[in-house]
């Protein structure tokens, strides 16, 4: 197995200037803005991972033919940098993201990039962009790790040649009111993903089936679709690109209860995070099969307190309100609940440095 790769490493001859850095840091929003540097690492059947270069970011090219174009073999990570009150750079559960990107590749029939190569392209890249990692509260550098096949040909069969790419990215708040609950909707026409399909990888198509019900969740004026399974339409799965969480009960009392991973949805690193640190506060912890009946009369009645979204773009977001073909309700009036708070707090503290790293999910690269 390769565990490392000699590097070429070409810096930018124009970088952005520090005004502009400081510029973009100021206000990052979210994906809009990317670093001087990107990493590659090529594949092909005979000499498997080689050619791994650090160059400026630039314009990927591509043969009109390459397979990922017309059959779309393309997956991603998403995972974010920290900088501690010490000026140290960390990331969160790293060894997690690495992990996942090899379960989606086997999925998708696409070659397996070995876990240190896929720490390494980081380590690559935030040594020489860590100017971009934001030294704002809850801000980070979010780096996207990507693989695409680029085999030119138009037989449907795994491509035998493939471009793995690691760009970053300054962000804020993934979405634009902050931490102001969301409206969410139940989307009964569309289906994301099915049993045995690809739900569970974090495969590009999944996004793109689900363009279209987030459109239609816009239309009826709710900022994100939540998926249900694909057989009954009464089982929640996750939303667009988080995981969901329900709270029944309150105070020391309370239970979290998270969907089960019914490989149709993806297994979120903050959502097995929020597992572990819900135990860690005595809360009562479940995954198992929650249906929107149970969600709209445990709303009613009381009994459900808060529902929130989470995962690395979103973090933590409070669900306020629900709407679907037949009405819409809310979920203790809206308002943001204290577990939901609580976790919140937990989880930012660990990923900033501010409060003990006791599971050791900080890695610093
Ligand atoms: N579900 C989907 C579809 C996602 O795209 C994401 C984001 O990565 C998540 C859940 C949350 O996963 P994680 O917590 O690993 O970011
Ligand atoms: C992430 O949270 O990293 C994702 O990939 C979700 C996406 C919607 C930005």
């Not at 962009?129 to 030294?135: E, G, K, Q, Y």
């Not at 135990?279 to 009562?284: I, T």
């Amino acid at each position: 197995m390769t565990t490392a790769l000699p590097y070429t490493r070409t810096p930018n001859p124009q970088p952005a200037t520090p005004e502009r850095v400081a510029e973009v840091l100021a206000e990052p929003g979210f994906g809009q803005h990317f670093t001087d540097h990107m990493v590659t690492i090529r594949w092909n059947r005979e000499q498997g991972w080689h050619d791994a270069r650090v160059e400026p970011y630039h314009s990927l090219e591509l043969d009109p033919a390459a397979m990922v174009l017309h059959y779309g073999q393309a997956i991603f990570e998403g995972l974010k940098a920290y900088r501690r009150p010490d000026g140290t750079i960390a990331s969160f559960r790293p060894q997690a993201n690495a992990e996942r990107f090899r379960a989606s590749a086997r999925r998708l029939a696409m070659p397996e990039l070995p876990d240190e190569l896929f720490l390494g392209s980081i380590r690559e890249l935030l040594a020489v962009d860590s100017r971009w990692v934001p030294t704002v509260a809850e801000d980070s550098l979010y780096l996207r790790p990507f693989l695409y096949a680029t085999e030119k040909g138009l037989g449907v069969r795994p491509a035998t040649e493939y471009l793995y790419v690691l760009i970053a990215s300054p962000a804020g708040s993934y979405f634009a009111g902050g931490l102001k609950p969301v409206t969410v909707w139940l989307s009964t026409e569309y289906v994301r993903a099915a049993p045995g399909g690809t739900g569970a990888a974090k495969f590009a198509g999944n996004y793109a089936a689900s363009l279209v019900a987030q459109a239609q969740a816009a239309e009826q004026g709710c900022d994100q679709v939540v998926w249900l399974d694909a057989v009954e339409r009464r089982w929640v799965e996750e939303m667009g690109g988080m995981n969901l969480f329900f709270v029944l009960g309150s105070g020391p009392d309370a239970r979290v209860v998270t969907p089960e991973l019914s490989g149709a949805l993806l297994p979120g690193i903050t959502r097995n995070s929020l597992l572990r640190l819900a135990a860690d506060f005595g809360y009562g912890v479940e995954e198992r099969r929650f249906s929107t009946e149970e969600w709209e009369k445990k709303a009613e009645s009381g009994e459900l307190t808060e529902v929130f979204a989470c995962g690395t773009a979103a973090v933590i977001t409070p669900v306020g309100h629900v709407k679907h073909a037949d009405g819409e309700f809310s979920v203790s009036g809206g308002a943001t609940g204290e577990v939901t708070l609580r976790l919140r707090e937990r989880l930012t503290g660990i990923q900033q440095g501010l409060v003990e790293d006791s599971h050791g999910w900080m890695t610093e690269l």
